[in-house]
């Protein structure tokens, strides 16, 4: 095992058992079912429009290369500066060496998940850049040196009690807080911060060929206070979030704010940015840095490639059992849930073998699913290219063919108890469940067994 896969198996260990974690996610998981219970009936034929926002998507990437292109012309031709990355590694240096190059001294930065996968904030942090992250969930998880355990609802796994308490050590103020108060004095403290900004860096929603255009939406106005006084202006985008036409949002941006599910049912800000601000008292610079990193690898993949139509609802992995279980940051990935399990090819298949288990096929998610993307199914294929490639699923592939070989007769299915019982199997059964789940006892007779004694069978037919 690779040493993230360890690392994971000691957290989960750890986590999977903490009984207050679970009501807050099981809160979050009712509240969840209850709100989306009525997202379809939003559409008049809500298969309709999840086929048409599959079809926009698969027409991109049919035409990647073109669409890429056309998009670096129109923003060039709209007075913006384009730079590709093609790692991690790459995007962050890039970042840096422009931020150096404009001299930004204060940065402020908004929700991204690009921004975690690639390390960002950690590595602005290391070269001494003042950077800010300014929405406010993410703000939280930055006070506690933590990432956000999940893309749409970053501190949701914290309590009241605990952030009054962080936000008293931090600035100074008393530790009994209400939740308006506690608002109050982040909004301050980030009021400051967009005044003195020089650059923000930003991500965007979709990025868009035919037209240059950046879309951005967001619920707290941050985006909009942050790129408002800075001189620069970075967008970090992966290069999956092309889309063909500008038409093609008024299809994909609904549908990804609906099956969001929080309470309200659309965003409260979307941004069209079409070009830098240029005015007598303002001149901005943009910067787009389309980040590949893996990506093309999974576009490579015919049948993977499916899951780079996701729109980033967050639905699948709020109806996720394991991942109310086990929470996001475990995933130690930027996009936890089952869309992480997928991505997570992309890096390898020693490196992604430990998140590959993680599903049960319910299928659950699949129905909430705004893209139509057969979850389970792109899961299932992941494991059984590692099984092939890696073998890094051997043991899994044993315990099966144990399984497929005692359930092929009863003569073998009656001689899995002695099996079973026997100490040695005991002593691997608790080590594999662990010390909190009691290995479930096995009934003295079989059902064959009960069956023939029930009927008077002659044991010795
Ligand atoms: S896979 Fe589907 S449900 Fe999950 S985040 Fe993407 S679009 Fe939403």
Request: net charge neutral; charged share 30%.
């Amino acid at each position: 095992m690779t040493e993230s896969g360890t690392i994971f198996s000691q957290n989960v260990k750890q986590i999977a058992f903490d009984d207050e974690r679970h009501k807050k996610m099981l809160n979050r998981y009712i509240f969840f079912m209850c709100a989306a219970e009525d997202c379809a009936n939003h559409y008049a034929n809500i298969e309709l429009e999840k086929n048409r926002a599959f079809n926009i998507r698969n027409k991109a990437f049919k035409y990647y290369d073109k669409l890429l292109v056309d998009f670096e012309t129109n923003v060039i031709n709209n007075g913006g500066i384009v730079r590709w990355a093609r790692d991690a590694e790459e995007a962050k240096y890039m970042i840096y060496n422009i931020l150096s190059d404009e001299k930004a001294k204060n940065v402020v930065k908004t929700k991204s998940i690009l921004a975690e996968e690639i390390g960002l904030m950690p590595f602005l942090e290391m070269k001494k850049v003042d950077i800010t992250e300014t929405d406010t969930g993410d703000f939280i998880c930055y006070q506690y040196n933590e990432r956000p355990s999940d893309p749409n609802h970053s501190a949701s796994h914290k309590k009241q009690k605990d952030i009054a308490e962080l936000y008293a050590e931090k600035f100074g103020l008393s530790n009994d807080l209400s939740p308006k108060q506690l608002m109050t004095v982040t909004r301050k403290v980030l009021n400051n911060r967009y005044l003195t900004a020089d650059a923000a860096i930003t991500s965007a929603d979709f990025f868009v060929a035919d037209t240059g255009d950046i879309i951005i939406s967001e619920d707290e106005g941050n985006v909009l206070k942050s790129i408002a006084n800075a001189d620069v202006h970075i967008v970090l985008v992966g290069i999956d979030k092309l889309i063909p036409s500008i038409d093609d949002i008024s299809v994909l941006l609904p549908l990804s704010s609906l099956y969001e599910v929080t309470r309200i049912k659309a965003k409260s800000y979307y941004t069209i940015l079409s070009k830098p601000e240029k005015s007598q008292i303002k001149k901005q610079k943009l910067y787009v840095v389309l980040v590949d990193n893996n990506r093309s690898t999974l576009l490579a993949k015919e049948q993977q490639r499916r899951i780079m139509t996701c729109i980033e609802c967050g639905a699948c992995h709020s109806v996720c059992p394991i991942f109310n279980t086990i929470g996001g940051h475990v995933y130690d990935n930027a996009f936890p849930g089952p869309v992480g399990v997928i991505r997570k090819i992309g890096d390898g298949y020693e490196e992604s073998a430990h998140l590959a288990t993680l599903c049960g096929s319910c299928h659950q998610c699949e129905q909430y699913c705004p893209m139509n993307i057969k979850i389970s199914d792109l899961i299932l294929r992941n494991r059984i290219e590692i099984a092939k490639e890696n073998g890094s699923l051997l043991g899994e592939k044993r315990v099966f063919n144990f399984i497929m070989k005692r359930v092929s007769s009863r003569k073998e299915m009656d001689k899995t108890k002695e099996f079973l019982n026997r100490l040695e199997m005991k002593q691997m059964l608790k080590k594999t469940w662990g010390v909190h789940r009691e290995i479930p006892v096995l009934a003295e007779e079989s059902f064959s067994e009960l069956w023939k004694k029930l009927n008077n069978f002659d044991q010795s037919v």
